[in-house]
């Protein structure tokens, strides 16, 4: 089916370990993006992507780190995950123009850190 | 830095009613684009409406609207005649910066039957 799909949907894991959450959409989309949502401050956005092997931080990337070999997926990972790390992380998508253009988003991925 | 800010972290109309959201943003920008998205109890989040800050008629989508105020930095989003599968959060957002959006806290609407 066409889309954007997360996986896991839900992790639990421990402090230091890593962690990798995994994005792919089958719309061949040039922007590719890693938001984290906690409650009192919306979606946050963590890294984002222009176009394969093309990556940027954005507003709380410390912690992350993404990967984009080809266009249709954009794993995130957690290299050694630390509590303040529990959060629901969305990924989403979009094509051409980003700011005249509809985000789509993923269903997320809820990670719960111990 | 860019904010937006929903004042009502939760909101409840009765079915077929109006409800209105609020929302406020702190921009130096000229031209700029507003968005509402909805999340549903599913967790995607989907768009509402979007505003190109240029225009000065409020966008319109079936019985969705904005008030946008862009002097007040105001943007507001109207829901008519509410069904119960209008009840989720809502996000207000702005695009930033040229690769982000920045997102409001949310609303969290409720819809009474």
């Known amino acids: 089916d066409a889309g954007i799909t997360q996986s896991p949907r839900y992790k639990i894991t421990e402090t230091g370990r890593q962690v990798t959450l995994m994005c792919h959409q089958t719309?061949?989309?040039?922007?590719m993006f890693w938001y984290r949502q906690d409650l009192g401050h919306g979606l946050r956005l963590i890294y984002y992507?222009?176009?394969?092997?093309?990556?940027d931080k954005g507003e709380v990337p410390d912690g992350y780190v993404v990967s984009r070999s080809k266009t249709e997926n954009f794993p995130l990972t957690l290299e050694s995950a630390t509590r303040s790390q529990t959060s629901v992380y969305f990924c989403?998508?979009?094509?051409?123009?980003?700011?005249?253009?509809?985000?789509?988003f993923g269903e997320g991925s809820r990670l719960t850190v111990l | 830095a860019q904010t937006v800010t929903q004042s009502q972290p939760e909101m409840s109309v009765q079915e077929a009613e109006t409800v209105t959201l609020s929302c406020t943003y702190d921009t130096s920008e000229s031209d700029y684009y507003l968005f509402w998205y909805k999340q549903p109890p599913s967790r995607q989040m989907i768009l509402v409406i979007r505003?190109?800050?240029?225009?000065?008629q409020n966008a319109t989508e079936n019985r969705f609207s904005v008030n946008f105020q862009k002097a007040a930095k105001s943007f507001s989003l109207k829901i008519s005649d509410s069904q119960l599968g209008d009840a989720a959060m809502y996000f207000c957002?702005?695009?930033?910066?040229?690769?982000?959006?920045?997102f409001g806290a949310g609303t969290r609407l409720t819809v009474k039957p």
């Open positions: 989403a998508s979009t094509s051409g123009d980003f700011f005249t253009g509809e985000l789509f």
């Open positions: 719309w061949s989309h040039s922007y």
């Open positions: 992507s222009a176009a394969a092997d093309i990556t």
């Open positions: 505003q190109e800050a240029y225009k000065q």
């Open positions: 957002a702005q695009n930033y910066n040229n690769n982000d959006m920045r």
